[in-house]
């Protein structure tokens, strides 16, 4: 009786050890599923978001043998709406980085800091009411010395006081989120500056044909000529508004000798910004497309979730 008892107690532990085995096993199959079907798609997401590279730098091709100048109302400009893909939709747009201002442009290629741009990003910061003296700072983030601009500059010696301590750069900025690495810089005040300035190689010129209003307005010291943005957006549906000539007409002339060196009517960095969704899987891509003069273009470089 005795024995009965206990091969009953031992059976029923044995079944007890094969449910929760068997429950395991099988929430564990289902979620590996799960998180390769999530890798697979994502990995196939890429695929398409590079193939919308590749098609991209195509457009951008087609476009520079059609037109001199790079302007909202081509083609390239026009945003994809969803498209049908196997399993998934992908949309994405093409954005001209030259309307916006470089911040590389900051220090010339001599590695001091460029008075013109210095000024120029002042006024830029002071039209979408952020602070000015992030101009300064940012140079000095850029600049090879370790010498503080007057009077609000920040190298070295203001880096090494923050918590965790870093130093400057001192090179040129890769990703425009390097703003948030100056002292004092608070994520408010980032999202106003962030959609206007770029990080592109140094010497890049302003397409005044895609620039936004508050950088045209920017350009000259007291000039708001081009800044209503309504404006801007009906007269650029036909062609690059304002042109070269526009704003020789409209400022005085030693006014546009000053700005002549740094703006122009076209532009070789734009930015892809593809979307794919497959499955309940969603990727972003963020590519910075270089358009070579003679021909061709490549990727630079690529993001995927932030910009
Ligand atoms: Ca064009
Ligand atoms: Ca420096």
Do not use: K
């Not at 520079?64 to 081509?74: L, N, Y």
């Not at 004092?184 to 592109?200: H, S």
């Not at 590519?287 to 003679?294: T, Y």
């Amino acid at each position: 009786m005795r024995q009965r008892g206990v091969a009953l107690i031992t059976a029923i532990v044995l079944v007890a050890i094969a449910t929760v085995i068997a429950v395991y096993l099988g929430t564990r199959t289902a979620l590996d599923l799960r998180r390769t079907a999530g890798l697979i798609a994502l990995d196939q997401a890429r695929q398409v978001a590079l193939g919308a590279e590749a098609w991209a730098i195509e457009v951008l091709q087609d476009d520079q043998q059609e037109s001199q100048t790079d302007h909202p109302g081509e083609s390239w400009a026009q945003p994809i709406p969803p498209l049908p893909i196997d399993g998934g939709s992908i949309r994405g747009r093409l954005e001209d980085l030259q309307g916006r201002f470089n911040l590389n442009s900051l220090v010339a290629a001599n590695g001091r800091v460029d008075e013109v741009s210095v000024a120029l990003f002042e006024r830029l910061l002071d039209q979408v009411e952020a602070s000015p003296r992030w101009a300064r700072i940012m140079a000095d983030w850029i600049d090879v010395d370790t010498v503080p601009g007057f009077p609000e500059g920040a190298e070295d010696g203001d880096y090494l006081a923050q918590d965790p301590p870093y130093r400057a750069a001192n090179g040129a900025v890769v990703t425009v989120s390097e703003l948030l690495a100056l002292p004092g810089m608070t994520l408010a005040e980032f999202q106003r500056i962030q959609p206007w300035v770029a990080a592109l190689p140094a010497g890049t010129l302003i397409n005044v044909c895609t620039a936004p209003a508050p950088v045209l307005a920017a350009l000259v010291a007291g000039r708001t000529d081009f800044s209503d943005a309504e404006a801007l957006a009906r007269n650029r549906q036909a062609g690059c508004f304002p042109t070269l000539d526009d704003l020789r007409a409209t400022l005085t002339s030693e006014e546009f000798t000053g700005l002549q060196p740094v703006i122009a009517e076209s532009s070789n960095w734009f930015r892809l910004t593809s979307t794919v969704t497959i499955g309940t899987s969603e990727l972003t891509l963020y590519s910075l497309i270089g358009r070579q003069a003679g021909g061709g273009g490549r990727t630079v470089l690529r993001t995927a979730g932030t910009e």
